[in-house]
T-cell receptor, first 115, second 117 residues
Framework: ETGVTQSPTHLIKTRGQQVTLRCSSQ?????VSWYQQALGQGPQFIFQ???????GRGNFPPRFSGLQFPNYSSELNVNALELDDSALYLC??????????????FGPGTRLTVL | AQKITQTQPGMFVQEKEAVTLDCTYD???????LFWYKQPSSGEMIFLIY??????QNATEGRYSLNFQKARKSANLVISASQLGDSAMYFC??????????????FGSGTRLQVQP
């Protein structure tokens, strides 16, 4: 069983640029959630996709957007990058409504640095 | 108000001893789930243990157990027989409501555990 994978591992961008991060969910999982983890803090929920539809959103501006594809992989797009966007971006997959516990399994993360 | 509070920024424990990491939570939803994750320096969040709000018994997974005190709204993680590889950040997280995997997780600020030989 393949776990959650993310690409790229590291990324360096400059302020104002746009970035796309990618995530492949664990086999059989139809739900993907994205989190932002600033240095020294716990992860903060950005949004979640369930069967290709956005299923909830945290307190992040519209320049954070996403997609989920028919194979349940997902992208996180961030436009007009700001210095505060520098963080570890974590993707997590889960079984959606089929798992009453709601356990989310995380990928290794993408570390984004904005200069 | 903080939904998940972890009051210990850092903890030290001797190898082979037990350690308790504290977590308190705040919710008005009668249905919720509590999770503990381990985050080594590599960054990946590793799921350790789950406790549901309606579970009658404390959860256990190998050397990990969860001391669930519902009235106190606490969900402390107990690691028995600590190993050097247990050195990492530990996060407590909560999922509110039903529909399990279609709910976001709210995380605490974490506790850094260092196991000393």
């Amino acid at each position: 069983e393949t776990g959650v994978t993310q690409s790229p591992t590291h990324l360096i961008k400059t302020r104002g640029q746009q970035v796309t991060l990618r995530c492949s969910s664990q086999s059989g999982h139809n739900t993907v959630s994205w989190y932002q983890q600033a240095l020294g803090q716990g992860p903060q929920f950005i949004f979640q996709y369930y069967r290709e539809e956005e299923n909830g959103r945290g307190n992040f501006p519209p320049r954070f957007s996403g997609l989920q594809f028919p194979n349940y992989s997902s992208e996180l797009n961030v436009n007009a990058l700001e210095l505060d966007d520098s963080a570890l971006y974590l993707c997590a997959s889960s079984l959606g409504g089929a798992d009453p516990k709601g356990t989310q399994y995380f990928g290794p993360g993408t570390r984004l640095t904005v200069l | 108000a903080q939904k998940i509070t972890q009051t210990q920024p850092g903890m030290f424990v001797q190898e082979k001893e037990a350690v308790t990491l504290d977590c308190t939570y705040d919710t008005s939803d009668p249905s919720y789930g509590l999770f503990w994750y381990k985050q080594p320096s590599s960054g990946e969040m590793i799921f350790l243990i789950y406790q549901g709000s309606y579970d009658q018994q404390n959860a256990t997974e190998g050397r990990y157990s969860l001391n669930f005190q519902k009235a106190r709204k606490s969900a402390n993680l107990v690691i028995s027989a600590s190993q050097l590889g247990d050195s990492a950040m530990y996060f407590c997280a909560m999922r509110e409501g039903t529909q399990g995997g279609r709910r976001a997780l709210t995380f605490g600020s974490g506790t850094r555990l260092q196991v000393q030989p």
